[in-house]
């Protein structure tokens, strides 16, 4: 991830650099929002209800005012230039990445979900992993 960050940084400021600290803080904005998707998709056991109850409510804004403000929406002036897709595509590609990072975070190196997708028998010699029962 920090490589992909380098490499942005770089070729952005070399293909413009007025308009480079815009499109960092584009990818920097999609990436951030990114982050609380990955968690969403990855709860702990403790975080499950509270993370439906948030799920419900982010669902009854996004169908009531989002889709009403949705049909005023005009994308043509984010595509009316190269620069503007490009950033556009930037910030949905950092989104992606940031909810990637985020589940892989949690859901493989959390020492918490370890113990749960790993039984620790008394003799180390036998230790198999077992998946835990959903």
Known sequence: MLFL???????????????????????????????????????????GTHFRAIGGWIASFASGYLLSK???FDPSPMLKDEISIGRSLAF???????????????????????RDFYLVPEDKDAAQPVEASA
């Not at 949905?92 to 370890?114: C, K, M, N, P, W």
């Open 5 to 47: 960050w380098l490499l942005l940084m770089g070729l952005t400021y070399w293909l413009s650099p007025r308009d480079a600290p815009l499109t960092w803080i584009i990818c920097l904005t999609g990436n951030i929002l990114g982050i609380p998707l990955g968690m969403m998709a990855s709860p702990l056991e403790r975080e």
């Open 70 to 72: 949705l049909e005023q």
């Open 92 to 114: 949905v590609a950092f989104l992606i990445l940031g909810a990637i990072q985020t589940f892989v975070l949690r859901s493989y190196l959390d020492s918490e979900r370890a």
